[in-house]
């Protein structure tokens, strides 16, 4: 018995010293994001990845941080372009409730809209707040979390302009869901407005009052930029006679630029874009060991390192439809919240915004 009793003991402490190194590694998982030089970690970070991740809540805007929430909870909480995340220990992850929250700020609390007393056919009618929800917003609600998610619905559908946009909105007690007919018969054509940054920042200087002006040889594309020049926050540094390429591809195109110092990036536009660091070095395979249909190439260097290494990217985008990449010179200015990129020989500003949907090309 006495055997079995210290063998019971060994079992018990070596079982110990394996759970606790993983339990530790558990806690220390951290996500960082470049594109904003925030990290993510613990319990929010798995509530960011289990509900959506970047398409859901966008990038974090904040470190972790300990804030007083309506007056009522303090905690800790970690802000989001389109979302708050609070830790409420127990209770688990719970999202902020921005809708209210950014009318509230504005002046005009949701209890001040006009409530209905019924849905139109085809809707769904919530009692609790007096207010409906038709398609595509009512697809949108029950596809991606309904109640738990979004709240109840605290405004009926309207028109709003939001920086250079203007279209159909709906508030709940979350979120803002925003029509984008621009984007019709794609997965975006509902979009959640990037409350968290218009709550974080509510009542801060506009973009006239930034310390750096936007340069003088991309004034004119700025201006024209659409949607979410707004939301691209202060211009910062400008980069001139830095080296570029392009290439076009079947469903989109690949833009590399050279801002110095080992900042190489890689923007591939389709359906949106997406950011890569361009990691291709000298010695490296030149072009992927692929075989392109007739009159199709694989891209080269960084742009076929990329292409190759995501295949969701590469079904996207397909194949180049240029056997090299065109070399340019650009003109490149970095803002709080995205990219300006002129390539000098083709005249063409490529922005890239707040987030992946955030794109435009514009040429003369």
Known sequence: MKLKGW?????CVALAGMLIPQASHAQSRTRCFEETGYCVSGAILDYWERNGGLAVFGYPITNLRTETVEGVWTGPVQWFERDRLEDHGAEGVLAGRLGASILELQ?????????????PRGCRY??????????????????????????????????EKIGDWTGTVQYFERRRMEHHLENRGTQY????????????????????????PVAETLRSAYDRIEGFRDQMGCPGAVFTDRPASVQNFERG?????????????IYAY??????????????????PDVMAPSGFYPPRRGFGKVWINDPSLRGDIGWA????????????????????????GANTVYVFGPDRWNAQIITP
């Open 253 to 265: 195109l690949m833009l590399w630029t050279d801002l110095g110092d080992g900042d190489r990036r």
């Open 270 to 287: 389709v359906r949106g874009y997406r950011q890569y660091t361009d990691t291709w070095q000298e010695g490296e395979p030149d072009t």
């Open 7 to 11: 063998l019971l003991m060994f079992m």
């Open 189 to 212: 054509e509902v979009l959640l407005g990037l409350l968290g940054k218009d709550v974080l920042n509510f009542g801060q200087p506009p973009t006239a009052a930034c310390q750096t």
């Open 107 to 119: 002046n005009r609390p949701w209890t001040t809209f006009p409530q209905i007393d019924r849905a």
């Open 126 to 159: 919530f009692a609790e707040t007096g207010h409906s929800v038709c398609q595509p917003f009512i697809g949108y609600w029950e596809r991606n979390g309904g109640l738990m998610r979004f709240g109840y619905p605290i405004t009926e559908p309207m028109r």
């Open 321 to 344: 439809v240029e056997q090299f990449e065109r070399v340019e010179n650009a003109t490149v200015q970095l803002f709080d919240n995205g990219i300006m990129i002129k390539l000098q």
